[in-house]
């Protein structure tokens, strides 16, 4: 069976997603550190120690061919695609093997001009727009599987 798995770890639609999924009688696990501890009716959650990439491990050993993944990480969102995943951020952009190379080598481009000393803009502010926006995606996704 199809579950949602959520890297919570300061994701702004896990109500949103939580939502969404129950709507489809869909399984949700949240998965997040102990900087961020969370829960939700209706939503199993783990919670890990803290550590670079402990979420990422935990989720990506736990997703399986056709689940679905919410999570702002373009390295997460890569590990998932190659288990046959899905994959789509918090502003309802869907991660494809079409674009997860170029996402991935702007984070690299990013990492390395910051390195340098250079700055870069951060993120716009989130709007109610963009939670919209996400709902629609995953709604989609959703119906699809």
Request: some cysteine.
């Amino acid at each position: 069976m199809t579950k949602l798995l959520i890297d919570a770890d300061g994701c702004p639609v896990v109500d949103i997603a939580c939502e969404t999924a129950k709507k489809f009688d869909l399984p949700v696990i949240l998965i997040c550190d102990t900087a961020h501890e969370m829960s939700r009716p209706g939503a199993e959650t783990i919670i890990v120690s803290k550590g670079m990439d402990a979420v990422d491990f935990v989720l990506v050993n736990r997703v399986q061919k056709g689940d679905i993944v919410v999570t702002q990480d373009y390295g997460l969102a890569a590990m998932v695609l190659a288990k046959q995943g899905l994959a789509i951020d918090q502003n309802g952009r869907q991660y494809t093997p079409g674009n997860i190379d170029q996402l991935l080598l702007s984070r690299h481009t990013a990492k390395k001009i910051r390195q340098a000393g250079g700055r870069l803009k951060g993120p716009k502010k989130r709007r109610k727009e963009d939670d919209a926006k996400f709902e629609q995606s995953l709604t989609f996704m959703l119906s699809d599987n």
